[in-house]
């Protein structure tokens, strides 16, 4: 049968003259859709917020998430309470605690989904950038003022006179070159921890270095000024100390900020690199102190001035607070903190 008397036959077959139904394709296997996976229900917390002094409540979040961190409860706080902005704000889970880090999480404190946390307002607060640009400037103008002899600070016949003596000239341009490079390094070397510090502590800070920077101008720039005891020797001797430790404290601070990424909190140990100036992290934990202490021991002997000795003293009590601090924050944050180190002196301290 040819191709037209099948068509009519209806697509059959025909065997021996009678047509047969043609066999039908197998039904196409139905495809069946993925089991959706249960969704994990999510525990959210209710976050209440006291008062540190007073325990009133100030503050009742709902629905907080179980990732949130103590930074975006500052944020969600700051909405019902605007004059209290997160860097102002002391989030503690006892009121005689130590503050919580703006990036630790909620579900991984010790609280239940009821959490309850303490706020203490840490007053105005002001960037550690505006507190170094201002408190360095100071000292810079102060002692130029001396330097150069401004009215009113020596008597009137030496009003913009200069010195007789070289090693006068030589520790303006010492003094200069350390503010001068204390600047730059806060424009584009620091990276900073912490955003803000309180604002009554730029009074303070200030006071410190702009009072010293006077004290110690006015006698070095004084028109009775005597140079060291020992002449040239002393000086060229205490220059090479001022400007070894001044690398010294500038590749320092290299190195700590090729520790923390640009943005970042992280926090690693300091290492020597192939920087011989870094080596001296191998016995101290805070070798830009030690570099300091080092600058303002040369600049004494360079001026052998009294004034300067007590500002190198006072500085290197404060910094040896500053460093027994820090060295004890490495011994217990890591584990295999090298124990050969001492916070700022060598074997000693």
Request: proline share 8%; hydrophobic share 40%.
């Amino acid at each position: 049968m040819d191709a037209l008397a099948l068509e009519a036959a209806g697509g059959k077959k025909v065997a021996n003259g009678a047509a047969v139904a043609a066999p039908l394709p197998p039904p196409a296997p139905v495809k069946r859709k993925p089991a959706k996976k249960a969704k994990k229900a999510v525990v959210f917390f209710e976050v209440e917020i006291l008062d540190a002094k007073t325990k009133d409540k100030l503050c009742f979040l709902d629905k907080v998430e179980p990732n949130a961190t103590i930074g975006e409860i500052k944020s969600m706080f700051h909405k019902s309470h605007p004059q209290w902005y997160p860097a102002r704000q002391s989030i503690r889970l006892d009121p005689k605690g130590k503050s919580l880090k703006d990036e630790d999480v909620l579900q991984h404190l010790p609280v239940g989904t009821t959490a309850t946390f303490y706020f203490r307002d840490l007053g105005a607060q002001i960037s550690w950038v505006t507190v170094f640009l201002t408190e360095y400037t100071g000292p810079l103008v102060i002692y130029l003022m001396f330097y150069f002899r401004v009215p009113f600070i020596y008597a009137p016949k030496y009003d913009f006179t200069t010195s007789k003596h070289w090693v006068v000239h030589l520790a303006c341009m010492c003094h200069s070159f350390h503010y001068v490079k204390r600047l730059l390094e806060t424009l584009f070397v620091h990276r900073f921890s912490h955003g803000t510090m309180p604002l009554r502590n730029i009074f303070k800070n200030c006071t410190y270095y702009w009072g010293f920077a006077a004290w110690m101008a006015y006698y070095i720039n004084h028109p009775l000024y005597t140079p060291p005891i020992y002449g040239e020797q002393q000086i060229r001797l205490a220059l090479i100390i001022f400007l070894f430790c001044q690398i010294g404290n500038f590749s320092i601070h290299i190195a700590l900020r090729n520790l923390r990424p640009p943005g970042s909190k992280t926090r690693k140990i300091p290492y020597p690199t192939k920087n011989p100036f870094t080596w001296i992290f191998l016995l101290v934990s805070c070798p830009n102190y030690t570099y300091e202490l080092g600058s303002w021991l040369g600049f004494t002997v360079m001026t052998q001035c009294l004034p300067v000795a007590f500002f190198t003293l006072v500085g290197f009590i404060q910094m040896t607070v500053w460093a027994k601090g820090k060295h004890r924050s490495y011994l217990k944050e890591f584990r295999d903190y090298p124990p050969l180190r001492s916070p700022i002196l060598p074997f000693i301290l």
